[in-house]
């Protein structure tokens, strides 16, 4: 099933996360669901294959650092 919108939960701490902004230039929302950490991914016509790979290797790095 396809969706444009899509919140994906993510291991560790939600501060691992919180700096997509400072360390990749990423604005993305962040925040908690039953106490683990998540983000709301938003795909637009004016987002690239490029853009969503730099998004999981940040996500990766934060989980990384979790």
């Known amino acids: 099933m396809w969706a444009q919108m899509r919140v994906?939960?993510?291991p560790?701490?939600?501060e691992a996360y919180q700096r997509l902004w400072e360390e990749d230039r990423i604005?993305?929302?962040v925040g908690q669901?039953?106490?683990q950490p998540g983000v709301r991914i938003?795909?637009?016509a004016y987002n690239s294959p490029?853009?969503?790979d730099t998004l999981i290797?940040?996500?990766k790095k934060?989980?990384?650092s979790s």
Do not use: E, T
């Open 27 to 29: 604005i993305i929302p």
């Open 12 to 14: 560790g701490k939600i």
């Open 42 to 44: 938003s795909v637009q």
């Open 57 to 59: 290797r940040a996500l």
């Open 33 to 35: 669901h039953g106490g």
């Open 62 to 64: 934060g989980a990384a």
């Open 8 to 10: 994906v939960l993510l």
């Open 50 to 52: 490029d853009d969503l």
